[in-house]
């Protein structure tokens, strides 16, 4: 799988790329991840790629020409699923979302900055418009990197243990059930029987519940979601 990351930014991209499971990702083949900059395709001297608004207002605009230069040359090279930006207005971003994208073959992220895009990059590129959340950041290399990270762990291949990412939290529409590890009795808090008798079925019996019962007091919204 292949994704091209376009920001204006790209040193803020570069240590979360470079290590853990991304790292890992791309170390096997697995994931290859492009940054590139947008002030290579500015066209201007000076590597400008905003300008103020028509129309007047505070902040300033991405210009539409080096995003256009930048996507067109990357297209040209391969054909893309998708041609994501990175949008406070976009719709929000999921499990489901992550596993849908994490099947694609080459994608771009657009990572916005400022005051927002040129609306005009939008209607001629972007084929989808992601938000991680209600709330509005610097710019759009964080969200790139929660989306690159989300479906890159997806890759088969790329975490240790096959079934871990499949038992994630959201992926049945639950939260993950609790979980412990050494030691069994930690000042006098035990970790619960059942984990340490060795029985997988009242195993697996116990963590269906305990995820059930989490998802009902933290997310009643998730099982809304699926009786619906």
């Not at 054909?79 to 979302?97: C, H, K, R």
């Not at 938000?131 to 690159?148: F, K």
Request: with cysteine.
């Amino acid at each position: 799988m292949r994704i091209d990351i376009l920001t204006c930014l790209p040193q803020l991209l570069e240590s979360p790329l470079s290590h853990s499971i991304l790292r890992r990702a791309q170390d096997k083949a697995l994931l290859e991840v492009h940054v590139h900059d947008l002030r290579d395709y500015s066209g201007n001297k000076h590597r400008q790629i905003d300008d103020y608004p028509y129309g007047g207002g505070a902040g300033m605009v991405m210009k539409v020409e080096p995003i256009a230069r930048c996507i067109r040359a990357l297209q040209a090279e391969r054909s893309y699923d998708e041609v994501i930006f990175l949008t406070p207005d976009g719709a929000t971003f999921n499990q489901q979302m992550a596993n849908e994208l994490s099947l694609k073959q080459n994608l771009i992220l657009l990572a916005g900055h400022y005051k927002g895009i040129d609306q005009r990059a939008r209607d001629l590129f972007v084929t989808r418009e992601i938000s991680i959340g209600d709330y509005v950041l610097s710019g759009g290399e964080l969200p790139a990197l929660v989306v690159t990270d989300a479906i890159g762990r997806l890759i088969p291949g790329v975490l240790g243990d096959e079934s871990s990412a499949l038992s994630d939290s959201f992926q049945d529409q639950l939260l993950d059930a609790p979980v412990y590890t050494r030691p069994a009795d930690f000042e006098g808090h035990r970790v619960p029987d059942v984990l340490l008798s060795g029985h997988a079925k009242k195993i697996e019996d116990w963590r269906e519940e305990q995820a059930l019962e989490k998802t009902r007091r933290r997310r009643p919204d998730l099982l809304d979601q699926e009786e619906g």
